[in-house]
């Protein structure tokens, strides 16, 4: 995506935006995977490594373990 809070085509912004958006209550990430990012026909740029996901997915984890779920916050 080109918007302000997008990875903008580099895969590095995908793990902090993913781990923020996990930390302020989001319920579900969409992330895009790929064995060979650089070789995929459409959005490699943007796209994880599967063991960078697997790397992802248990610090993603680890934070909404204890962040309520968004419909439980009382703000």
Same mark, same amino acid.
């Given at each position: ?12 912004? #995908?793990? %902090?935006?993913?781990?923020? $958006?996990?930390?302020? @209550?989001?319920?579900? /990430?969409?992330? !895009? #995977?790929? %064995?060979?990012?650089?070789? $995929?026909?459409?959005? @490699?740029?943007?796209? /994880?490594?599967? !063991? ?24």
């Amino acid at each position: 995506g080109a918007g302000e809070l997008a990875s903008r085509g580099d895969r590095r912004g #995908v793990a %902090p935006l993913a781990r923020a $958006a996990v930390a302020v @209550g989001v319920d579900a /990430l969409f992330i !895009e #995977v790929h %064995p060979e990012p650089d070789r $995929a026909p459409c959005d @490699g740029l943007c796209q /994880l490594r599967v !063991e960078d996901m697997d790397r992802l997915l248990t610090q993603v984890q680890a934070i909404a373990a204890v962040v309520p779920l968004s419909g439980d916050a009382k703000i």
